[in-house]
């Protein structure tokens, strides 16, 4: 008699819905992680939530505070006046005036050491020189300063204020041209001043498109790229070649620092075409 090979047993109804089961979560699973994806990189583009949009023709910082919020009013705490160990100065009383409006000033250096005058006698600051305080002040504390007897060249303002716009206008959306243009026409600084409205803000130091930190004072171009030939880098273009750590520096560097005005003009200069020009980096 003749037996039939048995083909063993058929496959359990119970484990195919399982293997099923497990394909449609894995499948489930992947799709959800390419959509996490997707949103991340798209998030990466816009890292914000737009409520304004921005561009370099807003420079009131409080504008870009209606997009990062937490940031401007970190900016507006530079209105505290007090002392600490870093600087600083205590809000000294002052009789407003027509010329000068302030009611609140910094403590004055020239009374706290009257040899200053005699140091800088037929210089500006034996006019009038007074403790630092925060960045809010320094438009109005230069606008407003007894050295503006001295008749100050226009491009004085070119780190006490937000001018990047004033730039763009005088250069027709070149930044370069317009900074030429002032030293130029020889304008003066009550022209200048008219032209701006805030003091060093948001958009000195952060593009409105991407918020990157960039550079936008044209002295501080000329002067990096001076120094960059000198050590052999030709063409340097800080805005594209310079590290995100050297950039961290940079944009205070652009308005901390050691200048002169070169003749005949008045051109803002930045003393850096030699390698030891370095150490005038510090401001």
């Known amino acids: 008699m003749t037996e039939t090979a048995n083909p063993g047993p058929a496959p359990s109804r119970r484990m195919l819905a399982l293997v099923v089961a497990l394909a449609a ?3 489930v699973a992947i799709a959800a992680l390419l959509v996490n994806i997707f949103e991340r990189k798209q998030e990466a583009r816009n890292p914000f939530y737009r409520v304004v949009e921005l561009n370099d023709t807003v420079d009131d ?4 505070g209606k997009d990062f919020p937490m940031q401007y009013d970190l900016y507006l705490r530079t209105v505290d006046m007090q002392r600490t160990k870093y600087g600083g100065s205590e809000g000294m009383p002052h009789s407003p005036t027509q010329a000068d409006p302030r009611s609140v000033v910094a ?10 005058k005699t140091i800088w006698a037929g210089y500006s600051f034996s006019a009038d020189y007074r403790e630092r305080r925060g960045h809010a002040y320094m438009l109005d504390d230069q606008t407003f300063t007894e050295r503006q007897k001295f008749a100050p060249p226009a491009m004085c303002i070119n780190c006490h204020a937000s001018i990047v716009t004033t730039y763009l206008k005088l250069g027709n959306g070149d930044l370069m041209k317009g900074f030429n243009a002032i030293s130029d026409t020889h304008m003066t600084y009550p022209q200048i001043r008219q032209t701006v409205k805030h003091p060093v803000a948001c958009i000195d130091c952060h593009d409105p498109s991407t918020m990157q930190l960039r550079i936008t004072r044209p002295a501080f171009m000329e002067g990096i790229r001076a120094l960059k030939a000198s050590q052999g880098v030709a063409n340097y273009d800080v805005n594209t070649m310079a590290t995100r750590q050297e950039m961290r520096s940079y944009v205070c560097g652009q308005c901390h620092v050691t200048y002169y005005f070169q003749p005949p003009n008045k051109r803002l200069t930045f003393p850096w075409a030699k390698s030891e020009g ?4 510090r401001g």
């Open 107 to 116: 403590r004055s250096k020239l009374e706290q050491d009257p040899r200053l």
């Open 61 to 64: 910082p409080a504008i870009w």
């Open 25 to 27: 979560l894995a499948t």
């Open 278 to 281: 370095r150490r005038h980096h």
